[in-house]
């Protein structure tokens, strides 16, 4: 089956390639994202594979059913960027990976709050420059604090495993409560208490409509003064500008990212050399008490392996006309 690979980095090229000799689809690689302006590329092309800042609105869909486009392979977990109403109308069969790596994002969650605590891209700065001094850069033990899990699916209960190994008390909020959770040891908060109780947050939760901007100015003022929080979800979780707010008061103790409500355009580019105009961005690696990192958490080798044989096995049952063992379906 021809496939339309879309925001096709060198990474994705190697595993694709690789995954693909036990399946034997044809692959043409496209460097620029899916959208209304590049849609035209996909003409002729049976499916399409697409990853997280890639569009596939109403407008994009149609666009791709009228070039033959039957099916659009999500190489990744969440699917906000999808119009899975205008897929269903269309005909159009939406698949993503349901699961890769729980591990991957997880670790690259702990990696950031340790970095943020201690301060450790800040201390690699001073001593590139032979300053050895340790002022400013105090942080405190994981051991004894709570930790707020957003999210107790498979990547949050893989954290919470973490985090209860520091020595934390975890608490934990989930719309959908899981047993597997409360097996670890952690259990789930009271209402209001994340905030008022966690040293330590972490949102490992879809992007959907009900919980776009779910940390706000609201929630971050609710929240312990001197907290860190961490993200590595899908950036529409958290609402920048109040926590830019929280981070110039003083209220919020320190805030890092993986993802951004505004990444499209930016984030796996190499911009070094030209003026990034987005100030909000900009804005926020200013603080000294925030990390950004460019959607990483993802990026083992074990997890982009398993997000490429897991893509091209559900391409291959569409062809097959089997059923799509990881369909997405309007519920």
Same mark, same amino acid.
């Given at each position: @089956?021809?496939?339309?690979?879309?925001? *096709?980095? #060198?990474?994705?090229?190697?595993?694709?390639?690789?995954?693909?000799? *036990?399946?034997?689809? =044809?692959?043409?690689?496209?460097?620029?994202?899916?959208?209304?302006?590049?849609? %035209?590329?996909?003409?002729?092309?049976?499916?399409?594979?697409?990853?997280?800042?890639?569009?596939?609105?109403?407008?994009?869909?149609?666009?791709?059913?009228?070039?033959? +486009?039957?099916?659009?392979?999500?190489?990744?977990?969440?699917?906000? $960027?999808?119009?899975?109403?205008?897929?269903?109308?269309?005909?159009?069969?939406?698949?993503?990976?349901?699961?890769?790596? #729980?591990?991957?994002? !997880?670790? /690259?969650?702990?990696?950031?709050?340790?970095?943020?605590?201690?301060?450790?891209?800040?201390?690699?700065?001073?001593?590139?420059?032979? $300053?050895? !001094?340790?002022?400013?850069?105090?942080?405190?033990?994981? /051991?004894?604090?709570? !930790?707020?899990?957003?999210?107790?699916?498979?990547?949050?209960?893989?954290?919470?495993?973490? @985090?209860?190994?520091?020595? &934390?008390?975890?608490?934990?909020?989930?719309?959908?409560?899981? %047993?597997?959770?409360?097996?670890?040891?952690?259990?789930?908060?009271?209402?209001?208490?994340?905030?008022?109780? *966690?040293?330590?947050?972490?949102?490992? &939760?879809?992007?959907?409509? =009900?919980?776009?901007?779910?940390? $706000? !100015?609201?929630?971050? %003022?609710? @929240?312990?003064?001197?907290?860190?929080?961490?993200?590595?979800?899908?950036?529409?979780?958290?609402? +920048?500008?109040?926590?830019?707010?929280?981070?110039?008061?003083?209220?919020?103790?320190?805030?890092?990212?993986?993802?951004?409500?505004?990444?499209?355009?930016?984030?796996?580019?190499?911009?070094?050399?030209?003026?990034?105009?987005?100030?909000?961005?900009?804005?926020?690696?200013?603080? #000294?008490?925030?990390?950004?990192?460019?959607?990483?958490?993802?990026?083992?080798?074990?997890?982009?392996?398993?997000? &490429? =044989?897991?893509?091209?096995?559900?391409?291959?049952?569409?062809?097959?006309?089997? #059923?799509?063992?990881?369909?997405?379906?309007?519920?």
């Amino acid at each position: @089956m021809k496939i339309a690979v879309f925001s *096709a980095q #060198p990474y994705d090229r190697q595993f694709l390639e690789a995954a693909n000799a *036990a399946e034997g689809h =044809e692959l043409h690689y496209f460097e620029m994202a899916l959208g209304l302006e590049s849609v %035209a590329l996909a003409a002729g092309f049976q499916a399409v594979c697409i990853f997280v800042n890639d569009v596939a609105d109403a407008n994009v869909l149609e666009a791709l059913r009228g070039g033959g +486009t039957g099916l659009v392979a999500l190489r990744c977990t969440g699917f906000n $960027n999808v119009d899975l109403a205008a897929a269903k109308r269309l005909g159009v069969k939406v698949v993503r990976v349901v699961d890769y790596s #729980p591990y991957s994002v !997880a670790e /690259h969650a702990v990696a950031l709050l340790l970095a943020l605590n201690r301060k450790i891209h800040r201390a690699y700065n001073r001593t590139r420059d032979s $300053n050895f !001094a340790l002022d400013g850069l105090m942080g405190f033990d994981f /051991h004894g604090k709570t !930790a707020g899990v957003v999210g107790t699916g498979k990547i949050g209960r893989v954290f919470a495993r973490i @985090m209860l190994g520091f020595g &934390c008390e975890v608490i934990g909020y989930d719309p959908y409560r899981s %047993a597997d959770f409360e097996a670890l040891g952690a259990r789930y908060a009271a209402p209001g208490e994340i905030g008022a109780n *966690a040293d330590i947050v972490s949102l490992h &939760c879809p992007l959907t409509p =009900e919980n776009h901007h779910i940390v $706000n !100015a609201e929630t971050l %003022a609710r @929240m312990k003064r001197g907290a860190l929080l961490v993200n590595t979800s899908r950036g529409g979780l958290l609402d +920048t500008d109040a926590a830019i707010q929280s981070l110039k008061s003083g209220h919020l103790g320190g805030l890092a990212l993986d993802v951004y409500e505004q990444e499209g355009g930016v984030f796996f580019r190499d911009l070094s050399s030209t003026v990034v105009t987005d100030d909000v961005l900009q804005r926020l690696i200013s603080f #000294p008490n925030v990390i950004v990192t460019g959607h990483q958490a993802f990026f083992t080798r074990e997890a982009i392996g398993t997000i &490429c =044989e897991t893509t091209l096995r559900s391409v291959s049952e569409f062809a097959r006309k089997a #059923p799509l063992s990881n369909e997405i379906r309007m519920t």
